[in-house]
């Protein structure tokens, strides 16, 4: 079984990803985390975000694992780092060059082979499992998302503004529907899911039952 699920930054796909993950059985992949992997290996190894070809020579290298819900880059865990402002502002730059996306794109469809999985990030659907056995799209409004997205950093030890995190979420939104290269859309054949008055359970609840269901709810 595959199911992908896409959406914008902070309408919950990864935290619903993982425990329909779980309670499925499932392997989870959070794709997102592996475009900050390498966003963060580029500052980490002081590559310019002007450097196309030394970008992609680094992504073409690296070695992207998740394991334990940790994720690794070159097998060093980077779980943490990933979630740093500067990291989302470096993704949002590497997500739109074309090779990079065609190389992550091969290595995610690489960890799905041969495997049960629940995906979730922005393409899932619409290019990376486009046969996914259950698709869906998961949405919020703009200032619901930002404030989980603030809620999430000071989780994480990470001090920004609201109006900075919403102006971030922002750009991020333009440029990840706006890109040439697989942007995010909503597929005609995606169960979609506002997510804005629901709990995380409540959320859970009704993927699991149009799961079992085997039909749209």
Known sequence: MKIAIDGPAGAGKSTVAKIIA???DLTYIDTGAMYRAIAYGLIHYDISETDSNAIVDFVREAEISLRNNRVYLNDLDVTSQIREPEVSQMTSVVSVIKEVRNMM??????????????????????????????????????????RRRENELEEKGISQTFESVKEDMVQRDFSDMNRQESPLVCTEDAIKICTDHLTIDEVVQKMIEAVGDGHDL
């Open 22 to 24: 779980d309670r499925l």
């Open 105 to 146: 794109v091969d290595k995610q469809r690489q960890i799905a082979k041969g495997s049960s999985v629940v995906m979730d990030g922005r393409d899932i659907g619409s290019v990376v499992l486009p046969d996914a056995d259950y698709k869906f799209y998961l949405d919020a409004n703009l200032e619901e998302r930002a």
